[in-house]
């Protein structure tokens, strides 16, 4: 201590040795030989209570007996200073966690008669920590703490369940099994200039299997400090790549099938404008697809006996033989066979397909060739359209988050994958549905627990569901044993049952909406109930929930979601209701 005591006033010295015990913003107690309190200051009454008279393990933990530890023990013992971390009970009864220094008082001969002890409450301090740890370990991303030789010092959950526990290896061993570092690393941005970077990365998960994800790094440092610590937070897109991929070859599918068609294919939006124009058209009106779409209206192709069979209300218009004009004003013999376009209940726009009678003029091949093309049109005409424009919105998404992530604007790249996440959904929910319908199989039964199943659905949608204000309920029933079921299917069902839950609950006008997801054993059979006090049903919409292509969403749904679910129930010898 550096001091001079000739120069301290006497009002100092008062000051000192009377109330400056009193005033430390801290825990002070003073203990003998029998671990009695003689002394407390007032922060530490405040805090455990009155103590003088009493054993400090009463005081500070409620105990009838010296704990194990003690620290004042330890400085009776070998008569130096000793910092440890406890915990105990303060004078209402919460756990306090709090730093104790513990140390001897020796009196003039030498001898140690008492410790001091001085404390500091870190509870509130202890609880932030536990909710990092927390935060981290359940951070729906991978996150790695790497040090400067690029090793892993700490990972989360997630990531070690995908890539292995690897905690101490090269982050290039755990992520991409590479032998040195990647020639492009964010990390080694980060500790050169203390800036943030992201970059999208391919690796390979324990399973050997390709894994896509998107990279922030960050330095782990206080501000103005050299940081030796990055923290790596990977986003995994593998499912939206493999989305991705599958969205650019369903679209070539449909493309090559609607461009090599033999018939030419017109379609038009609610405007008329046409916006399908295939080969065969251009063949067939002399005149291409980039002069057409978007450009012309679609009564300057279509016969006006089809227009006209649109203005009555059909829906579905065959023309065996009528009389259509080229883009030149030349009239073709065609036979066409159309539709109306509808999303639900609500008009998109037409179809039509036009086979030239010139080179066919026998009735019964043109019969054979009406079959044909009613199938096709209606194929064509619901997924076409629909799907075209789910990829523009596509692309439009991915211009924008390519754009932000040329510019290193967070904004546009959250709008960007924001775009991309819904337009693929919607693909998604689109394709699968009809495939889910169309296809015919067998369910894959094996023994399943309900109550697993509901769990994994209530877990997918309890957090989205939550953000829209909407609480989601889980209620399992007890002792219900595994049961011959296809997980998949029955996960399929319940999902699509939440979904439209949620979507009335959105419709309604109340507020505090509740979902209820139940499993229960009731007559030998397995009952899984999906209640929501949404906007409800009327009468006429409950008698078409499971009729083809039926959805109250508008351009979200696409009418096969309820169809799908009554179709797997009753593969598996159930109902729905």
Known sequence: MDVNSKQIPEEVRRWLGEQLFDHVPSNIVVIDRNYQVVLANKQFTEVFGPAVGKYCYQVYKGRNRVCEECQATRAFEDGQVHINDEEGIDQHGKAAHFVVYTAPIRDAHGVIAHVIEMSYDVTETKSLQRSYNILFDRAPCYVAVINRDLRIVRANERLQRTFGEHVGEHCYRVYKDRADRCPDCPALKTFADGKSYQSEQVGVDREGQPTHYVVSTAPLARSGSISSYVIEMSTDVT???????????????????????????????????????????????????????????????????????????????????????????????????????????????????????????????????????????????????????????????????????????????????????????????????????????????????????????????????????????????????????????????????VSNAIDACQASESAGCVITIQVREEAGAIVFSVRDTGCGMDYEIKNKVFTTFFTTKGLSGNGLGLLVTRKIVQEHGGRIS
């Open 239 to 497: 499912a939206v790549h493999n989305l991705s991929d599958e969205l650019v070859k369903e679209h070539a599918f449909k493309h090559s099938m609607i461009e090599n068609a033999l018939d030419a294919l017109v379609a038009a939006d609610l405007e008329g404008k046409v916006t399908i124009f295939n080969q065969a058209a251009e063949k067939l009106f002399q005149v291409s697809a980039s002069t057409v779409v978007g450009k012309m209206d679609s009564a300057h192709y279509l016969p006006g006996a089809f227009l006209e069979a649109i203005d009555r209300g059909e829906e579905k218009i065959l023309l065996p033989e009528t009389v259509a004009r080229d883009h030149t004003g030349q009239k073709l013999p065609v036979r066409v066979s159309g539709s109306v376009l509808k999303d639900g209940e609500r008009v998109i726009g037409s179809a039509a397909f036009f086979h030239d009678l010139r080179e066919w003029q026998q009735l019964e091949q043109e019969n054979l060739d009406n079959e044909r093309l009613a199938a096709v049109g209606q194929t064509v005409a619901q997924l076409a359209h629909g799907i075209k424009n789910i990829l523009n919105g596509l692309q439009g998404g991915m211009y924008i988050a390519k754009s932000g992530m040329r510019s290193g604007s967070q904004e546009r790249m959250g709008r960007g994958w924001n775009m991309l996440e819904r337009n693929i959904e919607r693909i998604t929910v689109l394709v699968k549905g009809f495939l889910g319908f169309a296809k015919g199989h067998a369910p894959q039964v094996r023994p399943t627990d309900p109550n697993a199943v509901a769990q994994e659905v209530f877990d997918l949608y309890v957090e989205a569901a939550a953000e829209q204000r909407i609480t989601v309920v889980l209620e399992l029933g007890e002792g219900i044993a595994p049961a011959p079921m296809d997980y998949e299917d029955i996960h399929t069902c319940l999902a699509n049952l």
